[in-house]
């Protein structure tokens, strides 16, 4: 089966989740997208929710399938959000932000009641930091921010370059609310928890991709079925 097949897998299981009147944050990301796919084909055979979408991407996409959405100013309390993420751990610690989104996902997922991660397995590790970690920050300031995140990553134990995220005709990325991106190549967090209380000090550090205590579960696909991290409730 291939990635992409798994991660329709973990999206079919977290979809049957959804009951009636839910009020649900709608994630971002490849995964995502077969999560939002599928519920509005369950909108369409009569399901009745409203999403909060995490992007503008999501936003789009849901749009167009015809799903029911609503704001955080209007409907400040959701059910549950479902989304992916770039690594999950054995503690459901994740790094997030791969799709520049991870500043809104955040506040969509602490606004939530229930956070359910659904992913491939190649997600799956055992120490957090294979994959770049996530940096949204802000124009003003940036040498200064720049350096205080160095030394909050040397602090922690870690190393690793920072590079600021481009996009494929060269300009830096921008995220929807306009920030950049710096990207950690640290391979390893031992400590994740440190890391993330360091970086939440730096005030030109708007959010980083580190969540901690978010997720309640993790939907993984494998090539010989569903694996479950914690409690799917």
Known sequence: MSLDALKREAAARAVALVQPGMRLGLGTGSTAKHFVDLLAERVRDGLSVVGVPTSEATRAQAESLGVPLTTLEETP??????????????RLRLIKGGG???LREKIVATASRR?????????????LGRFPLPLE?????LGATRLAIENAVAASGCSGALTMRKRPDGASYLTDSGNLILD???GRIPDPEDLACRLNAIPGLVEHGLFIDLADAAILATASGIQVIGDLG
Do not use: C, N, P, S
């Open 77 to 90: 309390e959701l059910d549950l959000t479902v989304d992916g993420a770039d690594e999950v751990d054995e």
């Open 100 to 102: 520049g989104a991870h």
């Open 115 to 127: 956070m359910i991660v659904i992913a491939d397995e190649t997600k799956r590790v055992a120490t």
């Open 137 to 141: 920050v802000v124009t003003f300031g």
């Open 184 to 186: 950690a190549a640290l």
